[in-house]
């Protein structure tokens, strides 16, 4: 007698507070989405189904390839600097295949450091960087009158030459 008036009046309250009818259309026994939750036929929701498993693939090879991208750059950083290797960095590039290029904008931050260590490692380059107003062209012509004048007053004395 109980199951026949909470059958008659759970029906009745249901309609009436507009409760959980339609949540238990839209997801299977299993508790998953069915072709009819989304309005679709059963070809449409299957074609869904494996475009969003192509993206979900997608995005993941394309979240590896940045992982492999960023662990490239740390390893060039670290040759660069004389540090360790990490294994770390190694086996995520390996994931990825091993064939992984730095890209642009990075490859570009790395040249330009090596361009300005190798032009601050002169001697030309040290002066440079000095906080001093030198004319180097006029002190390379100072260097060359000096050396043609000490070469003549060497030439006058010396009797060989």
Do not use: W
């Amino acid at each position: 007698m109980a199951f026949f008036m909470k059958q008659m009046l759970g029906d009745k309250l249901k309609n009436m507070t507009g409760g959980g009818g339609e949540e238990e259309a839209k997801t299977d026994a299993d508790g998953k989405e069915t072709p009819q939750s989304k309005g679709m036929s059963r070809e449409e929701f299957e074609e869904y189904q494996r475009q969003l498993v192509e993206e979900k693939i997608q995005r993941d090879k394309e979240f590896a390839m940045r992982k492999a991208e960023r662990a490239n750059l740390r390893v060039a950083l670290r040759d660069k600097h004389r540090l360790p290797e990490s294994a770390q960095d190694d086996a995520t590039i390996q994931m990825v295949g091993g064939d992984v290029d730095l890209p642009e904008e990075l490859a570009k931050m790395v040249e330009e450091d090596e361009e300005e260590e190798e032009a601050n490692s002169t001697f030309l380059g040290k002066l440079q960087n000095m906080d001093l107003d030198v004319d180097f062209d006029s002190m390379k012509s100072k260097a060359q009158t000096t050396m043609n004048e000490v070469k003549q007053a060497a030439e006058e004395k010396c009797t060989v030459m």
